[in-house]
Nanobody, 123 residues
Framework: QVQLVESGGGSVQAGGSLRLSCAVSGYIGSTNAMGWFRQAPGKKREGVAAIYTYGDTYYADSVKGRFTVSLDKAKKTMYLQMNSLIPEDTGMYYC?????????????????WGQGTQVTISS
């Protein structure tokens, strides 16, 4: 069983930065990929960034060059460094982990989810 807990959300002005963390409890070796998804009010959940446990990464076009995903296996924690934030980045950010993820942007390929952390960007 894998449990995920997000932290680091908050409210910042456009142009600012935030770093989200996702702490993993349980056996991280049972996962092959971890990802960050976000959902804004009235919109579908979308994949933001993901990382295979061997290091390969994925980013949505809307965040490329601004967001960086990383995984510290020793600390069992995934991070999402978000820079140059814009109001369109506002939403609930969820951490996810999957045992056999192929399409890292597909939320239905992930087995475990955190409760989410709110990110609000003001203009």
């Amino acid at each position: 069983q894998v449990q995920l807990v997000e932290s680091g959300g908050g409210s910042v002005q456009a142009g600012g930065s935030l770093r989200l963390s996702c702490a993993v409890s349980g056996y991280i070796g049972s996962t092959n990929a971890m990802g960050w998804f976000r959902q804004a009010p009235g919109k579908k959940r979308e994949g933001v960034a993901a990382i295979y446990t061997y290091g390969d990464t994925y980013y949505a076009d809307s965040v490329k060059g601004r967001f960086t995903v990383s995984l510290d296996k020793a600390k069992k924690t995934m991070y999402l460094q978000m820079n140059s934030l814009i109001p369109e980045d506002t939403g609930m950010y969820y951490c996810a982990a999957g045992a056999s993820v192929v399409d890292r942007a597909a939320f239905d390929e992930y087995n475990w989810w955190g409760q989410g952390t709110q990110v609000t960007i003001s203009s």
